[in-house]
């Protein structure tokens, strides 16, 4: 009986869960009351979490891969509710596949006219009650945000679109992208369980499979950084051994989203030999230059499209215009913010190029990926989704913290202001800072753990019997499990120490 309980809690947990997530996004709520709702899914989420601990070994799998099903799925229930990216990403398909670079032409150009349906460029009876629609000129309005302006996707993300296009029903509309993106989600999901199931215990898989954002940002609202989290995850798993596979494999993740740039210094962890270090970075940017080149050619406008607007618009260039730096802004006068960071990033990641653990790149590129989360603020949620499948890689899970901020300034940003998104990534630094300080904490004592893994079995303590492969205190139940209940590895790495 008491076996079966902690697995009967984590089901009815993650039951909870999806019913959570299937009133939220088949609901109307927006904005604040959206949020409070998204929380309320990321405490049980986190409950959930907890609960898996305690869940015997052998049903463990099973269940992170059910849940990460279940959870995925609510992602379908509804039309995109809290972005139209996603619009964006069908109107660059349909426009490559009539013969036509993607760079060419904004979505308002009356050049492309003869590509427009209702869908995407919904009649004039919608223009005047409907929803996150943006105008056009002769009282035409477009689903497609920001309609004067060029994509600014890379080609891999480019390519994705147009496949989706290629294979979906003509009458799918959005459900072509969520169905592809809950696709990508559950791939990520099994690379996971695989990877951490041959480290020795899968459960922090369910930090991506159960978390919110994947449902949410991922599923409903189809961003293709899942798309680069799937490339990012395979690439830091393999670059230890394989140095010119991972180099490869990340340059296709930064062909997909160029957030997994960040992730080289972890790609390099413990590096020293100049070979080394080019057979990781020469293979990610020849496959960057070849897989830009067809579009460049084909190309009459510039292949970044909008994205120095972009930038401009966010306020990465001025931090008086924006929510960006917030953090830093505390401290520092607005114009020194942005100065600020190039420093403080140049150390971070020189600290995990030169002192990383090689064997687990993906620790490094957590550290340098939060650090920049928490220097620049950003105001979009999904962004985070590569942050969650890092915390789901190391096991860290006080990272989440920064990917709940973002929900908060993107959701909140707009009535608040500012001062939530600021509260928010604070008290998401303050969790992280606490459990480095935790960490190190339990690293002081692991020279007892060391002792008793040579323990002979009769003088194991409580029942425990001395086991060399365990990655906790080298001990070991009578049901297998480790001390803590089964949370193997959960985070309890000593930041970038070699072991």
Known sequence: MSRARPLAVTV?????????????????????????????????FAAAAVALRRVPARTVVP???????????????????????????AWDGRVQAAGVSPYDHVPADPALARLRDEWLFPGPAACAHGRDLSPLPHGECTRINRPGVHTIY???????????????????????LQTGAAALSLAVAGLLVAILRR????????????CPAVPVEGVNNAHVDVLAVLFSVAALTVVARRRITGGILLGLAVAAKLLPAVLLPGAL??????????????????????????????????????????????????????GRYALLRLVLP???????????????????????DAERPWRGALLTTGTAFLLLTPGYSWYALLLVALVALDGRWEWL??????????????????????????????????GAHQRRRQGRAAPLGNALRSCPPALAP?????????????????????PDSGAADMGTGTGLDRT
Request: proline share 5%; with cysteine; hydrophobic share 50%.
């Open 12 to 44: 009815l947990l993650l039951a909870a869960l999806t019913a959570a997530l299937t009133l939220l996004l088949s609901g109307d709520a927006l904005g604040v009351r959206f949020l409070a709702g998204y929380v309320g899914c990321w405490a049980l």
């Open 63 to 89: 269940l992170i891969l059910v849940g990460a099903v279940a959870v995925t799925a609510t992602g379908l229930v509804a039309a995109p509710r809290t972005s139209t990216d996603s619009y964006r990403y």
């Open 154 to 176: 890379p080609p891999i993300a480019e390519g994705w679109f147009l496949l989706v296009h290629a294979i979906a029903p003509d009458d799918a509309r959005h459900k072509a």
């Open 199 to 210: 480290r020795g215990d899968p459960r922090q898989a369910a930090l991506w499979a159960w």
């Open 269 to 322: 962890s413990g590096t020293r030999r100049p070979r080394t270090f080019l057979a990781v970075v020469v293979p990610a940017m020849t496959v960057v230059g070849m897989l830009y080149l067809p579009y460049v050619l084909l190309s009459e406008s510039s292949v970044l499209g909008y994205l120095g607007g972009y930038a401009q618009e966010e306020g990465y260039d001025d931090a008086g215009a924006g």
């Open 334 to 356: 607005d114009a020194w913010a942005p100065l600020a960071v190039l420093p403080v990033m140049t150390a971070v990641t020189l600290t995990v190029w030169w002192h990383g």
């Open 401 to 434: 913290g920064v990917a709940l901020a973002g929900a908060v300034a993107y959701l909140a940003g707009p009535t608040v202001g500012g001062a939530g998104a600021t509260t928010a990534y604070a008290a998401a630094a303050v969790a992280v800072c606490a």
């Open 462 to 482: 409580n029942g425990l019997k001395a086991d060399p492969t365990s990655g906790s205190a080298g001990l070991r139940g009578k049901d297998g499990r480790g």
